[in-house]
């Protein structure tokens, strides 16, 4: 049985163009707006396996152009790292990590959902209005109807704002960077930041390296992120000689209480991705969950509970995906200060199981709430001792 409805989705990155593509599988009548994607967006690129799974069989994505990441290094300072090998074979690599241009690949999803039957419209939403009977999309050229309204807009979701609540400055993480053009590899690169609590990263793509540093936005007024960064850039050379083009921008980043507040849907509008805060706060790492969410939409709309697909979809967020969100959460309060993150790299560079666990958390496979279960199991008993105390916000 076909799904006959007309669909409304603001934003067409993964989370929209997903969504989208499924909708149109299903016989809806979809149509995505969006003013500017396909875009090369300022983030890592880093596509996990579990998110592949999810849309490279659907899509035929296995000739995709990408980076096959082989190792990723960990450290805390130059002469402290640690190397875990990801035995990467590309898209048939269920624990693999790809790096991609999100340019190139958000183009591939909006493609594929084109080919099944969405309309695309390159247009700014200015306003939205959702009854208990349908949606209305306001364009800068024009006016559209629809029975569901799809959020899928990012962090800074037109959709959410007007429909539910901004993101406050706490509950996003603020990330700065440079592409360093010219320049590529197989291998990630991660530095471990105490104060403000984060990360830097290098990715590579197929033409230039996507470098950036990440951390919680309160945490950034009196520290700022380009400081550090520029730091660890002339301290690795890893840009010598390259063209920088810098960026900046926000990720939603929740707190556990956050998510007690949180609403994924009402009546005829849901939010997916991004724009519902579906985001790892530890890595910020999104595209699974955009992905995810998207299917979880579409599976209450067109299979289940088609009298109240919002509150299904709501309940399916809340059960799958919030539990792991919440985790991560508790983890990152004390994960990158005090004796975890030096522990870790100890434990990376002595112990094989505790690389094939990071290997299993790089690639998307290893969930927060067996962690501790199978740490445990590598007899790395400080260092499960410190997860446990992060878990328990002691740390």
Not at 43 to 65: N, Y
Not at 173 to 193: C, D, K, P, Q, Y
Not at 368 to 386: C, V
Request: net charge positive; charged share 20%; hydrophobic share 40%.
């Amino acid at each position: 049985m076909s799904l006959d409805a007309d669909i409304a989705i603001v934003g067409g990155g993964p989370a929209g163009a997903f969504a989208a593509y499924l909708l149109a599988r299903e016989g809806a009548r979809v149509t995505v707006f969006d003013p500017s994607h396909p875009r090369e967006k300022p983030c890592g690129g880093g596509v996990t396996g579990r998110a592949l799974a999810l849309v490279a069989p659907a899509l035929g994505l296995t000739r995709f152009p990408a980076v096959p990441i082989t190792t990723s290094r960990f450290d805390v300072t130059s002469d402290r790292s640690a190397e875990v090998p990801l035995h990467n074979h590309g898209f048939s690599d269920k624990s693999s990590l790809l790096v991609v241009s999100r340019a190139t690949f958000d183009r591939a999803l909006l493609d594929g959902a084109i080919a099944a039957g969405a309309t695309f419209r390159p247009e700014r939403v200015t306003h939205v209005e959702v009854s208990s009977t349908g949606a209305q999309v306001q364009t800068t050229n024009g006016r559209w109807t629809a029975d569901y309204l799809l959020g899928a807009d990012g962090a800074n979701s037109f959709v959410r704002r007007r429909l539910w609540k901004q993101f406050s400055r706490s509950q996003l993480s603020i990330a700065t960077g440079v592409f360093a053009h010219g320049r590529s590899s197989s291998e990630i690169l991660v530095r471990f930041v105490p104060n403000p609590q984060g990360y830097i990263w290098s990715f590579p793509r197929t033409d230039h390296l996507a470098i950036g540093i990440g951390a919680q936005a309160d945490d950034t007024q009196s520290t700022p992120l380009r400081g550090i960064l520029s730091q660890w850039l002339t301290e690795t050379h890893i840009a010598d000689g390259t063209r920088l083009e810098w960026y900046s921008w926000p990720i939603p980043s929740l707190r556990v209480e956050d998510f007690a507040d949180e609403r994924a849907a009402q009546g005829r509008w849901m939010l997916l991705g991004d724009a519902g805060g579906l985001v790892d706060p530890l890595t910020r790492e999104g595209i699974f969950f955009a992905l995810r969410s998207a299917q979880l939409a579409v599976d209450a709309l067109a299979r289940r509970h088609r009298a109240d697909p919002a509150t299904q979809y709501s309940a399916d967020i809340a059960r799958e995906i919030y539990p792991e969100l919440q985790m991560a959460a508790r983890l990152k309060r004390g994960f990158f200060r005090g004796p975890f993150t030096r522990l870790l790299i100890d434990a990376l560079e002595r112990s094989g199981p505790v690389r094939g666990l990071m290997r299993d958390l790089v690639g998307g496979h290893q969930p927060y709430h067996s962690l501790k279960r199978r740490l445990l199991g590598t007899f790395e008993i400080s260092l499960a001792w410190q997860l446990l105390r992060l878990q328990l916000g002691r740390a």
